[in-house]
């Protein structure tokens, strides 16, 4: 797949992250010119400066990994890490109000998108899959897409599971083709990069995007 590393937001989000990981990180972004590069919101301005003449988007993370922070304490991330020079702002969604049956996961999704549509910025919705039946699924994407959501994504990385095909498909019958889908979770070879954007994925969140672009060359 020629354009392979247009899909690719190379991510590094675990919790003992180091500044030397993070130059290697950068690093690799300028070699195999990621779509995004995908890091926690402490090192967005580094990321954004050393990247500053690069066509890589500059995406993180907020209410992560849970997604069980005030709406207030979203926004405010939201404000900070747009200040800092982040492109991409992916949004850990509020499941515990959801698993509640409230109208609240709405709500606060519009008022997060309009703050980031406002400051020209893309929106994604970590929905967090592995915690959804199917029919929560396609209705969170249903929410998702009327909350005025750019992309949909399936996982943190921090679940019993991350994205599988068949969630990819379900949730490509639902939204609109407005609205992309970031499969993230779990993928780490050439393999199940390709097999996700089969299935409808417009992006994939991968901690191996190096290694899958490595196989991708081996393979011509």
């Not at 609240?104 to 997060?112: D, G, T, V």
């Amino acid at each position: 797949m020629k354009n392979l590393h247009l899909y690719l937001e190379h991510t590094l989000l675990k919790a003992d992250v180091s500044q030397a990981q993070i130059e290697e990180l950068i690093q690799q972004a300028k070699i195999y010119q990621f779509r995004g590069l995908c890091v926690p919101p402490f090192w967005v301005k580094k990321v954004k400066r050393d990247l500053k003449e690069s066509d890589t988007q500059v995406v993180t993370v907020i209410g992560f990994p849970f997604g069980n922070n005030l709406t207030e304490s979203k926004l405010a991330e939201c404000q900070h890490v747009i200040q800092n020079g982040a492109d991409e702002l992916d949004v850990v969604w509020s499941l515990t109000a959801f698993k509640s049956g409230m109208n609240w996961p709405k709500i606060e999704l519009a008022k997060l998108a309009g703050y980031c549509h406002d400051h020209e910025k893309i929106m994604k919705v970590i929905l967090e899959t592995a915690y959804l039946s199917n029919d929560e699924i396609l209705t969170a994407c249903e929410i998702c897409r009327d909350a005025g959501a750019d992309f949909v994504k399936t996982s943190t990385g921090y679940a019993s599971e991350g994205a599988k095909a068949d969630t990819v498909r379900l949730m490509r019958s639902v939204l609109p083709s407005q609205v992309g889908i970031k499969a993230s979770g779990g993928i780490k070879t050439l393999e199940q990069a390709l097999e996700m954007i089969h299935a409808g994925a417009d992006r994939i969140g991968t901690s191996s995007g190096h290694l899958i672009m490595e196989a991708l060359k081996n393979q011509r």
